[in-house]
């Protein structure tokens, strides 16, 4: 929870990341889950907890520091951390806490040479087409030759990652990636380094079973997000269901006239007599500027588009017709009740973002588990 003081909650339902995570697991066999970014804003420590009792053993978050809260938390028995050391202290911490971190340039070597320690797990990451981090196909006799002059350090884990995996136009790049990665592991192996291998994310599972390897990473799709959505593969995520509602409360319900404006540059003019909420969420609660005049909430299980400008901490909603709203009631910026039910994906659509955004972003609230 970083944002202390409003009325926003996010309701987080774990019953349904564990859902979530069965659905994936019988697709893939070993999926491990992605909790960096606090869980996609889901709570780093619940979620974990509620998969470790279902068996999960090793979980993937972003940096050494969350990976040393996640080993605080007791929940986990392995813990990668993806964007691996960045300094000194993330080197002496990954070796106190027993974090396997990602390895993806030699400079990361140089790190672990200064500071010789305690044995320690790797993981080596490759760029395989993504062209962010990582090792390439080049770098694998100089990397083997490295690792040998480093004793105690073990490449335990060998990964990539997908660029085009959820666009099932682009899955020739995704193939593509996959038999630059076989050769790595080839190129890694006749070095004898046999490390466990992994390329897929949330839309490898679910499209990609020959990605599937040794392990696989579930990020979004454990939360709830089909990454098929609205494309022909879309059968491919169903019953996935999203864990994440967003709830604040109505500071006042009032009279618009028709002719009259609401909120900031008067961009909302009433074309008839409307009743109006005030919703106590803004931007200042991760409810983005950009989704003024084009959101919608669900209020009383109807929909209420938003009205004007999102203001800091205030929103305007049209609640005409809508029975019972009164100051004080709820109003859903996410899920909610019945026909005016918000999804994440059309959220994001308003948005112009990603589901991901969506859950980080208003993750960011405090809240509440059901
Ligand atoms: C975030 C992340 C994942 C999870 O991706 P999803 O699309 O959310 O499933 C997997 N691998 C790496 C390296 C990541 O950074």
Same mark, same amino acid.
Request: net charge neutral.
């Given at each position: 929870?970083?944002?202390?003081w409003n009325k926003v909650t996010?309701?987080?339902?774990?019953?349904?990341?564990?859902?979530?995570?069965?659905?994936?697991?019988?697709?893939?066999?070993?999926?491990?889950?992605?909790?960096?970014?606090?869980?996609?804003?889901?709570?780093?420590?619940?979620?974990?907890?509620?998969?470790?009792?279902? #068996?999960? /053993?090793?979980? !993937? @978050?972003?940096?050494?520091?969350? *990976?040393?809260?996640? +080993?605080?938390?007791?929940?986990?028995? %392995?813990?990668?951390?993806?964007?691996?050391?960045?300094?000194?202290?993330?080197?002496?911490?990954?070796?106190?806490?027993?974090?396997?971190?990602?390895?993806?340039?030699?400079?990361?070597?140089?790190?672990?040479?200064?500071?010789?320690?305690?044995?320690?797990?790797?993981?080596?990451?490759?760029?395989?087409?993504?062209?962010?981090?990582?090792?390439?196909?080049?770098?694998?006799?100089?990397?083997?030759?490295?690792?040998?002059?480093?004793?105690?350090?073990?490449?335990?884990?060998?990964?990539?990652?997908?660029?085009?995996?959820?666009?099932?136009?682009?899955?020739?790049?995704?193939?593509?990636? #996959?038999? /630059?990665?076989? !050769? @790595?592991?080839?190129?890694?192996? *006749?070095?004898?380094? +046999?490390?466990?291998?992994?390329?897929? %994310?949330?839309?490898?599972?679910?499209?990609?079973?020959?990605?599937?390897?040794?392990?696989?990473?579930?990020?979004?799709?454990?939360?709830?997000?089909?990454?098929?959505?609205?494309?022909?593969?879309?059968?491919?995520?169903?019953?996935?269901?999203?864990?994440?509602?967003?709830r604040t409360k109505i500071l006042s319900?009032?009279?618009?006239?028709?002719?009259?404006?609401?909120?900031?540059?008067?961009?909302?003019?009433?074309?008839?007599?409307?009743?109006?909420a005030i919703a106590a969420a803004g931007?200042a609660d991760?409810y983005?500027?950009?989704?003024?005049?084009?959101?919608?909430?669900?209020?009383? #299980?109807?929909?209420?588009?938003?009205?004007?400008?999102?203001c800091m901490q205030m929103t305007?909603?049209?609640?005409?017709?809508?029975?019972?709203?009164?100051p004080g009631g709820d109003a859903?910026l996410?899920?909610?009740?019945?026909?005016?039910?918000?999804?994440?994906?059309?959220?994001?659509?308003?948005?112009?973002?990603?589901?991901?955004?969506?859950?980080?972003?208003?993750?960011?609230?405090?809240?509440?588990?059901?």
């Amino acid at each position: 929870m970083a944002i202390p003081w409003n009325k926003v909650t996010a309701v987080i339902d774990l019953a349904d990341i564990v859902h979530n995570y069965k659905l994936l697991n019988a697709r893939s066999g070993n999926a491990v889950p992605v909790v960096k970014a606090d869980a996609y804003g889901h709570g780093l420590a619940q979620v974990a907890q509620v998969l470790a009792q279902e #068996g999960a /053993e090793t979980f !993937a @978050v972003g940096t050494v520091e969350e *990976a040393q809260a996640l +080993r605080a938390s007791g929940h986990a028995r %392995n813990v990668l951390a993806l964007l691996g050391p960045v300094d000194q202290a993330d080197v002496r911490l990954a070796r106190e806490a027993r974090i396997v971190p990602f390895l993806h340039c030699f400079e990361q070597l140089d790190l672990l040479a200064a500071q010789p320690g305690a044995p320690l797990e790797v993981a080596l990451k490759f760029d395989t087409g993504m062209r962010r981090l990582g090792f390439t196909l080049e770098d694998v006799p100089a990397l083997a030759q490295r690792l040998e002059a480093l004793p105690g350090v073990k490449a335990a884990y060998v990964c990539s990652h997908l660029a085009t995996a959820d666009e099932p136009a682009a899955h020739d790049y995704a193939r593509e990636q #996959g038999r /630059e990665f076989a !050769a @790595v592991r080839e190129a890694l192996a *006749a070095r004898g380094i +046999r490390p466990r291998a992994s390329i897929a %994310n949330s839309a490898g599972i679910l499209a990609h079973p020959e990605l599937h390897l040794d392990f696989q990473r579930a990020g979004v799709a454990l939360y709830g997000t089909n990454p098929f959505q609205g494309t022909p593969l879309a059968h491919l995520g169903e019953g996935l269901r999203t864990a994440m509602q967003v709830r604040t409360k109505i500071l006042s319900v009032h009279a618009l006239k028709a002719g009259q404006t609401i909120s900031y540059g008067r961009t909302y003019t009433a074309e008839r007599d409307m009743t109006v909420a005030i919703a106590a969420a803004g931007y200042a609660d991760a409810y983005s500027r950009g989704l003024s005049g084009r959101a919608g909430m669900c209020v009383n #299980g109807r929909r209420a588009p938003v009205l004007g400008r999102v203001c800091m901490q205030m929103t305007a909603v049209d609640v005409s017709g809508i029975e019972g709203v009164a100051p004080g009631g709820d109003a859903w910026l996410l899920g909610g009740e019945g026909k005016g039910r918000v999804s994440a994906e059309e959220l994001a659509g308003w948005w112009g973002s990603i589901t991901y955004e969506v859950f980080c972003m208003l993750g960011l609230n405090r809240r509440e588990y059901a």
